[in-house]
């Protein structure tokens, strides 16, 4: 017969309870948010510990396709849950579940206009909730989590969301909050340069959403405060940063078609080996072979050395330039170690099977894909040595 108690935690404002047997334990959260007067649920299944991945950048900045490039590597296809809310911004593959940050706003598009307050600021985000809900997701428990539709601009009814392998938590704060960023089992931070940002925006907000050229210039303008203030500086904690920069193979161009992108790998880091460019801990400099590798002008540049950042020790590795054809990049990946691929030329195979995707003929794609493999190695590694805790605390 189950055995039920009920009791309350003033600290999280919230009501639990809680019920048992021998085979089984539920445990059901309801906590009612004050702002909006809603209330979500959330259900323990403690079947499996999830490894938890963080990724920050600013609107724009290619969080959605490096999310496919990571699900891929994994396997399957992410796609929406499952007869939910179409305009869900989560995504499920067969490994990952992806989750976008922007559902933690306290505050709606006409909430913030009214407060005057932009997205970015943390007075629009629901920081405990966000804590709470990713605690419970890495303890392996199924949460009921809030949706901000980005179509409407308003708060949706929340949706349940299962405890994966791996979680990723992407958006523009999850190495914001200190308790949030002591749950993350790794980091990543895409930071585009002004210039690149300005360029990209264009592309997709003129393009793709007709929006003016003023208003975007007026859009950069009005968050860049904020954003310096609260979302570059998260970059100082994360353990990957790939960084995209105008090209230096061009004097003064503007355009930004071709980029210079930097893969910058915090030493030290527990499963994660940074990768490196023919000889580990070196100063190097390497234009490929024009006969193995096909680049119209200005041509490839690779770099890679030891560095600091933020008081770090990091290795560098720098791409600049672009290919021409990718089923040619399997000369540059021979040249690279320590990739944590699981069989020769992976990493061609990888961006080949994606070469419609935003980035695939330049750094930012082959760093993404990179960073894909690094995360999977590290998450084999996680959970292999758990497993070895466990099987040593039994005997």
Known sequence: ????????????????????????????????????????NTLITCSQ??????????????????????????????????????????????????????????????????????????????????YEQVKALKSGVAVEKPIYNHVTGLLDAPELIQPPKILVIEGLHPMFDERVRDLLDFSIYLDISNEVKFAWKIQRDMAERGHSLESIKASIEARKPDFDAFIDPQKQYADAVIEVLPTQLIPDDNEGKVLRVRLIMKEGVKYFSPVYLFDEGSTISWIPCGRKLT???????????????????????????????????????????????????????????????????????????????????????????????????KA
């Open 49 to 130: 510990e999830t490894i938890v991945i963080g990724l920050a950048a600013d609107s724009g900045c290619g969080k959605s396709t490096f999310m496919r490039r990571l699900t891929s590597v994994f396997g399957g296809a992410a796609k929406p849950p499952k007869g939910g809310n179409p305009d869900s911004n989560t995504l499920i593959s067969d490994t990952t579940t992806v989750i976008c940050l922007d559902d933690y706003h306290s505050l709606d598009r006409y909430g913030r206009k009214e407060q005057k307050v932009t997205a970015l600021d943390p007075r629009a985000n629901d920081f405990d909730l966000m």
């Open 295 to 393: 680049c119209s002008y200005p041509g490839i540049k690779f770099n890679y050395e030891p560095d600091s950042y933020f008081d770090h020790e990091v290795s560098v590795l720098e791409m600049d330039g672009q290919f021409d054809r990718l089923d040619e990049l399997i000369y540059v990946e021979s040249h690279l170690s320590n990739l944590s691929t699981k069989f020769y030329g992976e990493v061609t195979q990888q961006m080949l099977k994606h070469a419609d995707f935003p980035g695939s003929n330049n750094g930012t794609g082959l760093f993404q894909t990179i960073v894909g493999l690094k995360i999977r190695d590290l998450y084999e590694q996680l959970i292999a040595n758990k497993a070895t805790a466990r099987a040593e605390a």
């Open 1 to 40: 017969m189950a055995v039920s108690t009920i009791y309350s935690t003033q600290a999280l404002n919230s009501t639990h309870f809680l019920t048992s047997s021998s085979s089984s334990k539920q445990v059901f959260l309801y906590r009612r948010q004050p702002q909006t007067n809603r209330r979500f």
